[in-house]
């Protein structure tokens, strides 16, 4: 992230540098600012029980959401007295994190919670933790085998690009525009998360009749937003609405946009970035919306990891066993509710 540090970009009607700007997003405290909450004393799964050993693996923090998933896996394992976090590098890539996980297969802990560089890439190492009687826990990057996991835990792509689309679709129906120009900014184009947003934006689009007219992707990082947004601007001389899949890119994508002294178009972020949802609030760049994709679910993660290792089940559910499968909603964030949303920003 050093050449963002050096990048100066506007958010919020202030200059400042990009690094900064993450760096207000997401401590790299663990006990700041991060997503803890854990159960009522009167719920008999809030009483500390059987020791769980939870193993951690995630990317390295290169990236404000990243960076929260362990910010808030290490706050909430933090909030148990009877739970011990074991967390191993990930290293730069899946090879690297699958040799660091063979690692902590091998301290046979009772639980792993990893958020894979790949999926796909990490299924094996999923499957060998499994047949070695470790149950885990799968965090946003969907494996292939559902042998792979206990539980998986994720964010709604799909869904993400739904919200989006329907916020723009009826945005641009209510103003009246009945052809719009509309670009899009995903992030990584090889990942399946980014696939299916992009499936929920186009989806969304079709029921109002409308289309994306041109689509550049970035890499979810400040950097390749703001060249991203630089090229697409340049490729539609008008536009009416723009999806930015990416707060933490988005921060170069209105970078660029200041840069091209672009206004006549109306912006919606994704993940729920505290900067993002804090210019919304001030409604005064073009950003008007963004719709959640939080690393809460990280807290999460690792609270039912604990109740796994205990060989309990949710409280509020009558089965006697955490679900298989948990995908959270996406949400739609605007000038009317942030205030509401502030605190789950990154």
Same mark, same amino acid.
């Given at each position: 992230?050093?050449?963002?540090?050096?990048?100066?970009?506007? =958010?919020?009607?202030?200059?400042?540098?990009?690094?900064?700007?993450?760096?207000?997003? !997401? /401590?790299?405290?663990p006990?700041?600012?991060? +997503?803890?909450?854990?159960?009522?004393?009167?719920?008999? *799964?809030?009483?500390?029980g059987?020791?769980?050993?939870?193993?951690?693996?995630?990317?390295?923090?290169?990236?404000g959401?990243?960076?929260?998933?362990? *910010?808030?896996?290490?706050?909430?394992?933090?909030?148990?007295?009877?739970?011990?976090?074991? !967390?191993v590098?990930?290293?730069?890539?899946?090879?690297?994190?699958?040799?660091?996980?063979?690692?902590?297969?091998?301290?046979?802990?009772?639980?792993?919670?990893?958020?894979?560089?790949?999926?796909?890439?990490?299924?094996?190492?999923?499957?060998?933790?499994?047949?070695?009687?470790?149950?885990?826990?799968?965090?946003?990057?969907? =494996?292939?085998s559902?042998?792979?996991?206990?539980?998986?835990?994720?964010?709604?792509n799909?869904?993400?690009?739904?919200?989006?689309?329907q916020?723009?679709?009826?945005?641009?129906?209510?103003?009246?525009? !009945?052809?719009?120009?509309?670009?899009?900014?995903?992030?990584?184009?090889?990942?399946?998360?980014? +696939?299916?947003?992009?499936?929920? =934006? *186009?989806?969304?689009l079709?029921?109002?009749?409308?289309?994306?007219?041109?689509?550049?992707?970035?890499?979810?990082?400040?950097?390749?937003?703001?060249?991203?947004a630089?090229?697409?601007?340049?490729?539609?001389?008008?536009?009416?609405?723009?999806? *930015?899949?990416?707060?933490?890119?988005?921060?170069?994508?209105?970078?660029?946009?200041?840069?091209?002294?672009?206004?006549?178009?109306?912006?919606?972020?994704?993940?729920?970035?505290?900067?993002?949802?804090?210019?919304?609030?001030?409604?005064d760049?073009?950003?008007?919306?963004?719709?959640?994709?939080?690393?809460?679910?990280?807290? /999460?993660?690792i609270?039912?990891?604990?109740?796994?290792?205990?060989?309990?089940?949710?409280?509020?559910?009558?089965?006697? +066993?955490?679900?298989?499968?948990? !995908?959270?909603?996406?949400?739609?964030?605007?000038?009317?509710?942030?205030?509401?949303?502030?605190?789950?920003?990154?």
């Amino acid at each position: 992230m050093s050449a963002l540090s050096r990048r100066r970009v506007l =958010f919020g009607g202030a200059a400042v540098g990009a690094g900064a700007l993450l760096t207000a997003c !997401t /401590s790299n405290d663990p006990g700041t600012d991060a +997503q803890v909450k854990t159960n009522s004393s009167g719920d008999a *799964n809030a009483a500390p029980g059987t020791k769980v050993v939870i193993g951690f693996s995630a990317p390295a923090a290169d990236h404000g959401w990243i960076a929260a998933i362990t *910010n808030n896996a290490k706050a909430q394992a933090a909030a148990y007295s009877d739970v011990e976090l074991k !967390t191993v590098e990930a290293g730069a890539d899946a090879a690297a994190q699958r040799a660091a996980l063979a690692t902590l297969i091998a301290q046979k802990p009772s639980v792993i919670v990893m958020l894979p560089h790949d999926g796909k890439e990490l299924n094996a190492t999923g499957l060998e933790a499994m047949r070695a009687g470790i149950p885990v826990v799968n965090l946003d990057r969907a =494996f292939p085998s559902a042998a792979a996991y206990r539980l998986q835990i994720k964010g709604d792509n799909y869904g993400m690009g739904l919200a989006a689309g329907q916020y723009i679709g009826e945005q641009l129906k209510t103003k009246g525009v !009945t052809n719009p120009i509309i670009g899009e900014i995903p992030g990584i184009d090889s990942l399946e998360l980014t +696939q299916e947003r992009t499936q929920g =934006f *186009n989806t969304a689009l079709a029921v109002y009749g409308f289309k994306v007219a041109n689509r550049r992707p970035a890499e979810f990082t400040a950097d390749s937003g703001q060249a991203a947004a630089t090229a697409l601007l340049q490729a539609l001389p008008k536009m009416d609405a723009l999806w *930015n899949h990416d707060d933490d890119q988005g921060i170069g994508v209105l970078a660029a946009i200041k840069q091209a002294n672009r206004s006549e178009f109306f912006m919606v972020g994704g993940a729920g970035s505290k900067a993002a949802i804090d210019s919304i609030a001030k409604d005064d760049l073009v950003l008007k919306a963004t719709v959640t994709y939080s690393p809460s679910m990280a807290s /999460s993660a690792i609270s039912l990891a604990r109740l796994i290792g205990q060989g309990k089940g949710m409280s509020d559910l009558v089965e006697l +066993q955490v679900p298989k499968e948990i !995908t959270l909603a996406s949400e739609t964030i605007t000038k009317e509710n942030a205030s509401k949303y502030a605190k789950l920003g990154f």
